[in-house]
């Protein structure tokens, strides 16, 4: 058979097998019912949200906080980490001789 | 045609008898399509009446390049789409066991009372169902061209496709058709008592 041939048996089969379905008159009437119905107020429109954009929203939404947090937890651990540096270099030796008790760095400058 | 044209701009200026018009002319021919692209009686219902509703809403969107009826295809062929997604997505995050994309069939059979016979009606189904088997960009190509009898050209302005592009998914769809066809047991050549 050639390929005209098997389209035109091809197109006959299927409006066979579609005959049944029909757009019948009370799916009309549910049309025609539907488009009379007055257009809702914009603030009661219904809105259709596309479910990508709300995966997208909510992701952003849990990522700021853990963001933030993450934020927070660095600057602390910077923080902790300066006022242990300070500490240790704050930190001075105490020499006690009989002369009394002096800083390290009090001895240091009289030795310059 | 020119009766066309005085019911579109009826349908312009919200004339609720050219939508009854254009329900009674293309109403089966929508339903048909997006039966044989959703495979599923109530979302095609659905989504028919919909592309009605979307038709008498918008009407004002027809410019009046292409055919009335291509135009309707068009707005069911984009809301078979949006429906294939929401239930793609509907499947991945609700774990929802809608199949679209490979055969819904089963779920919502169109009623004995439309059917002509039941055993008759089996036979008959087999070429429908070779159609849901295939994915929807080429199940779109193959109704548009052998169901509506489009040309490469019609199908390529109600897609918003190029010309070459839809000649060569219709290529690939008609060959894989054929394959499935004769893999699938469907007696191609007898059936018709070639």
């Known amino acids: 058979m050639n390929q005209a041939g098997e389209d035109r ?25 539907r488009a009379a ?22 992701l952003l939404i849990l990522a700021i906080p853990a963001y933030g947090w993450q934020q927070a937890h660095s600057m602390q651990t910077d923080m902790v980490a300066k006022n242990t540096g300070k500490d240790a270099s704050q930190e001075e030796r105490i020499i006690v001789s009989a002369a009394g008790v002096f800083y390290a760095s009090q001895l240091e400058g009289e030795n310059r | 045609m020119d009766e066309e044209r005085q019911r579109i701009e009826q349908l312009k200026s919200g004339d609720e008898t050219a939508l009854a018009w254009l329900m009674e002319r293309y109403g089966s021919d929508v339903l048909r ?11 095609a219902e659905d989504v028919s009446q919909e592309t009605f509703l979307t038709a008498f809403r918008k009407a004002y969107q027809y410019r009046g390049d292409g055919t009335l009826r291509g135009w309707l295809l068009r707005i069911a062929i984009n ?3 949006s429906k294939m997604r929401l239930a793609s997505w509907r499947r991945l995050f609700l774990r929802e066991s809608v199949d679209v994309d490979q055969g819904l069939d089963g779920n919502a059979a169109w009623p004995d009372s439309l059917e002509p016979g039941s055993a008759s009606w089996m036979n008959r189904m087999t ?7 295939m994915p929807l960009i080429y199940r ?30 219709l290529h690939r769809a008609r060959k894989r058709l054929k394959l499935q066809l004769e893999e699938g047991g469907w007696e191609y050549e007898s059936s018709w008592g070639g």
């Open chain 2, 127 to 133: 070429l429908r169902e070779e159609i849901g088997r």
């Open chain 1, 37 to 58: 119905e007055p257009k809702p107020s914009w603030w009661n429109r219904e809105v259709r949200i596309p479910t990508p954009f709300i995966a997208a929203l909510l």
């Open chain 1, 9 to 33: 048996k091809i197109r006959d089969q299927l409006r066979g097998e579609l005959e049944s379905v029909v757009f019948h008159e009370e799916m009309q009437a549910a049309v025609l019912s």
């Open chain 2, 140 to 169: 779109e190509v193959i109704v548009l061209y052998y169901f509506h009898e489009m040309s490469t050209a019609e199908i390529a302005a109600v897609l918003e496709e190029s010309e070459g592009t839809v000649k060569s998914k």
């Open chain 2, 33 to 43: 399509t997006a039966a044989l692209l959703l495979k599923d009686r109530y979302w």
């Open chain 2, 79 to 81: 809301l078979c789409r």
